[in-house]
């Protein structure tokens, strides 16, 4: 599976949402669009879904326009609306028949959707009597249902209280196992939770299409953080005169060493404490938080 999102754009009355947009996504790939409110997240998400058509640029999965693929895509919306006075049953029965599936294929695979998702047991019971976490759970199972090889998702734990959040982010931590994912969310906790690489959206402009790791990595300043025993702070005295160490900041038992290179430096830094028997407590590259490094980027 290959989603190929190229050169997008997406005006609302001559507003740009969606700006000359370009990504691809891999099977077995989870992905993070991250943005904040008004970013064109979710205008992208429903162009990438087929909902809304884009002015220019085009969508192609597995080499063929999105339009003749939605078969391939489960689409989950940020407020999910279902009809209260169904059953979950009757629910999927419904979503599944507008996807084309047969009633005798629901009859044996709704049963097994509800148990992966967690509603095992809840079939008969009306979807107005669930809980935030629930309804959002059983939207993942109308997305899932049809068996598609991308799943897109639009902020799906906004919305939701601590508690069914949880239960949605351990949701989609299992679903990924088996199901490409791209999911849009401006909570940078759940993506660095879930997402093994982030694509940043600012204006409607893709800023950064990254993993976490290269992320933090580039924002590190090339700084390492130590804590060391009282014996020995002399060792700070040797580490002044090291060729690669460019800046040494002491705070009490804590230092901060600036170096050359943070990828090539470090090991030689931690030889060199080793080699003088310095007791180290702490060593730790100076990352900052992927929160702060997305303020950075997107304010």
Known sequence: MK??????????KGKVAVNNFSMELNSGECVGLIGPNGAGKSTLIKVISDIINSDSGEVLLNGKKISKMKREIGYLPQYP?????????ETLTFMGQLSGMLKEELTNWIPVILAKVGLEGEENSKVGTFSGGMRQRLGIAQALLHKPSLIVMDEPVSALDPIGRREVLNLIEEIKKDTTILLSTHILGDAEEICERFVIIK?????????????????NGNKLNLE?????????????????????EVKGYKVQIKVENIQKNKNMLLINALSHDVDIIKFEINNDTLEEIFLKLVV
């Open 3 to 12: 989603l190929e999102i190229k050169n997008v754009t997406k005006k609302f």
């Open 81 to 89: 609306n279902f009809f209260h006075w169904m059953t979950a049953k």
């Open 203 to 219: 204006n409607g402009t893709k800023i950064e299409d990254t993993t976490i790791t290269e992320l933090l990595n580039r924002n």
């Open 228 to 248: 060391l025993t009282s014996k020995d702070q002399k060792w700070i005295d040797v580490i002044k005169k090291i060729p690669y160490v460019k800046e040494v």
